[in-house]
């Protein structure tokens, strides 16, 4: 359910349709569905007043229904560093069909892939759904479909890089999509490509993960990642697959591992080229992320699952790593089948391959503790986050195939320290209203979370139970915005930084229009590739002028090297201006 700021009640009165404004602003409703209930009148053969009674009692029941569940929010902890007073957290959205997958558009909003028809795995196609947040209370109030009817559906992810969306299902029958951006976040996208990997009997686990970026200093030139996992349980692949496409790069897979295409794009057509092998020796590496600065590639890996039960592993997920000057150079091998970390007592078995960053083992005691198994999407942590908790990963971990609530108590989201390994479950899994938290999107200052289905399963009582999660960073870094003693504007502005070039502190003035009420204002310092080094201001601000400084430190207070960089402003979700400035030493 997405909770819509005014809503309409559509009841039957007799035999004639009658609309009702309804105007609590927490009712909320199934997308696409507006309840409608037939109220008897007196003509209706003289219905007595006990039914009529029950009729409505059977409308409060539904609308019950279509609340939502007081407790639905998750809950965090599990580490001292976790402060709840340091976030807020919400029902983003709900009422979704099975969201994983999800990318932050340019002014803010997020787009959420999601699948079309009542089952997940025999869904044939997907949507790309626009959620917008328009007040910034952490409630999407506003949603619209950019692209329909993505092929294969079923879709597992979604990733973005420059103006291209990437998505793609799991298996066979899911191409990996190319999407283009329209002139503005809110315009439907373009298909301008797919990529297609053409199987062949049964596969344990088929490509489903996908991780992109653009090239530094080549412009329109992209990486495109994705893993194809073991054909079988315990056992080396042998088999190969073929990778065709429709932007002219194909050739042979083997599975265990994970593979790169490089993308051109000149604002009309893309091409790919060098499909590449980067790693094998995976048994199912789906997920990935690109550490923030030095471009390094985190994975994780599953664990082989039992060989008597099977949800009692034979050997601990991973977290590995493959440093970004390696990345397309000898593959590299993590060993699977032959070497692999015993679950529960941490033995490691054969001795060779590369060894992994983390095993997820039950926490605090291997033999008794509370356990993650299932890993699936992970993320870096929003530097926004406090400190201590702005600097790792998240892990989010899917748990029993097809069980949620309290049945699944492999299901936490994990943070974890790659520096020296410590982990923690940020949120626990004992939630009896959490299923899968398989998509994870960090932001500036926010972290959503994706559960494609409370409940566990993947049919129809499944369908459209989806939610997303805003984990929100109230922490305050410090960085004070100053209100100026001037006229309220009538237009956005943000002038230029001043003094420009600086050493060490330049003042930015920017200013947020009136009339009106209170605005979410963001300003932020990038780098020319586009990664966020700063944010100056995040806060609701009253119309007026305003000035910040900056220091030339980043989201952690570290000193920045000498450069250029942009300040960007934005006013709600709009857009408000962009300016240069240079820091020299």
């Known amino acids: 359910m997405i909770r819509i700021k005014t809503n309409i009640l559509r009841y039957h009165i007799g035999n ?25 009148t007196p003509t209706d053969h003289r219905k007595d007043l006990m039914k009529s009674q029950l009729s ?35 029902t983003f959205a709900s009422g979704l069909n099975y969201p994983v997958g999800m990318v932050e558009l340019a002014d803010g909003s997020v787009l959420v892939a999601i699948s079309k028809g009542d089952r997940f795995f025999a869904s044939t196609a997907g949507q790309l759904v626009r959620l ?53 976040p809110a315009d439907p996208l373009t298909l301008v490509g797919s990529i297609q990997i053409n199987y062949s009997g049964d596969w344990l686990h088929p490509h489903s993960a996908l991780a992109a970026r653009a090239l530094a200093g080549q412009p329109g030139r992209y990486e495109l990642y994705f893993q194809l996992g073991s054909e079988a349980n315990f056992a080396v ?26 993308l051109s794009d000149d604002g009309q057509t893309v091409t790919g080229s060098d499909l590449t092998q ?34 009692e592993s034979h050997s601990a997920d991973e977290l590995n790593f493959i440093a970004n000057d390696a990345l397309g150079g000898a593959i590299e091998d993590f060993g699977f089948p032959d070497n692999y970390t015993r679950y529960r007592t941490g033995v490691f078995v054969g001795g060779g391959g590369i060894a992994p960053l983390v095993t997820f083992q039950p926490l605090p005691d291997p033999q008794t503790g509370s356990e993650s198994e299932g890993a699936a999407d992970i993320t870096f942590a929003p530097p ?13 971990f899917h748990g029993k195939f097809s069980s949620g609530g309290l049945a699944n108590e492999e299901n936490p989201l994990v943070y974890v320290d790659p520096k020296d390994g410590t982990r923690f479950h940020f949120v626990a899994n004992d939630r009896p209203d959490v299923g899968h938290l398989d998509g994870l999107l960090a932001t500036d200052r926010d972290l959503f979370v994706a559960d494609m289905s409370p409940s566990g399963g993947y049919n129809t009582t499944a369908a459209r139970t989806g939610v997303i999660y805003q984990i929100h960073s109230l922490y305050d870094p410090g960085t004070a915005v100053e209100a100026l003693d001037l006229p309220v504007p009538g237009t956005f502005s943000l002038s230029a930084p001043s003094p420009n070039p600086f050493n060490p502190e330049t003042s930015i003035n920017f200013s947020v229009p009136g009339p009106g009420g209170v605005s979410p204002v963001s300003l932020k310092v990038y780098g020319l590739n586009g990664q966020l080094v700063a944010t100056l201001a995040d806060q609701l601000l009253q119309p007026g002028a305003y000035q910040v ?5 980043d989201q952690r207070g570290a000193p920045v090297a000498s450069g250029v960089y942009l300040c960007q402003l934005k006013v709600g979700q709009h857009l408000g201006a962009t300016q240069r400035m240079t820091l020299l030493k």
């Open 16 to 40: 004639k349709k009658t609309v009702i404004p309804h105007t609590d602003s927490n009712f909320s409703f199934f997308c696409g569905v507006l309840w409608e209930y037939r109220i008897p």
């Open 549 to 553: 400084r900056w220091a030339g430190t």
């Open 237 to 262: 692949t042998t088999r190969t697959l073929s990778l065709t496409s429709t932007i002219g790069v194909e050739g042979p897979l083997h599975g265990d591992g994970f593979y790169r295409v490089t």
């Open 278 to 311: 980067i790693a094998t020796g995976l048994r199912n590496a789906a997920g990935f992320a690109f550490a923030p600065g030095t471009g390094d590639l985190y994975l994780q890996d599953n664990g082989i699952d039992g060989l008597v039960d099977v949800n």
């Open 384 to 396: 926004g986050f406090p400190p201590g908790l702005n600097e790792g990963l998240f892990v989010g």
């Open 132 to 184: 917008a947040d328009t007040d910034g209370d952490g409630v999407a109030d506003a949603q619209s479909v950019l692209f329909d009817d993505v092929p294969g559906g079923g879709l597992s992810a979604l990733r973005m890089a420059g103006d291209l969306v990437f998505t793609c299902g799991q298996g066979r029958g899911k191409p990996i999509s190319i999407l283009r951006t329209g002139p503005t």
């Open 56 to 90: 409505f009692s059977v409308l409060t029941a539904l609308l019950a229904l279509a609340a939502p569940p007081a407790d639905a929010e998750l809950v965090i902890g599990g580490d001292p560093r976790v402060n709840p007073a340091d976030f807020r957290i919400t």
